[in-house]
């Protein structure tokens, strides 16, 4: 069972910046893509970047220009930089990865942090 812990959510003034941090209980090795996702009060979970083994990234249209994931080999560690925040990018920020074992796919999923934009 690989665990997931983020942290770096908060507080943030319409315009600043946060960078969350995603740290896997397994080496950052062992997965081929990792993504972050968000999910807003009624609103249904929505992928916002994924990071192959490789380093490609890919960015939900809505964060391209101002988010950026990247995987710090050394750091065991999983980020997201966001910057030029909006009240809409209010949400609870979830990192996921997942193995292929013997057949199977496993799922992971962080505990979520909260990022909360006020203007």
């Known amino acids: 069972q690989v665990q997931l812990v983020e942290s770096g959510g908060g507080l943030v003034q319409f315009g600043g910046s946060l960078r969350l941090s995603c740290a896997p209980s397994?080496?950052?090795?062992?997965?081929?893509?990792m993504d972050w996702y968000r999910q807003a009060p009624g609103k249904e979970r929505e992928l916002v970047a994924a990071?192959?083994?490789?380093?490609?990234?890919n960015y939900a249209d809505f964060v391209k220009g101002r988010f950026t994931i990247s995987r710090d080999y050394a750091k065991n560690t999983l980020y997201l930089q966001m910057n030029s925040l909006t009240p809409e990018d209010t949400a609870v920020y979830y990192c996921?990865?997942?193995?292929?074992?013997?057949?199977?796919?496993?799922?992971?999923w962080g505990q979520g942090t909260q990022v909360t934009v006020f203007s």
């Open positions: 996921h990865t997942d193995q292929r074992l013997s057949g199977r796919t496993y799922d992971y």
């Open positions: 397994a080496s950052i090795h062992s997965f081929n893509t």
């Open positions: 990071i192959t083994d490789g380093q490609n990234p």
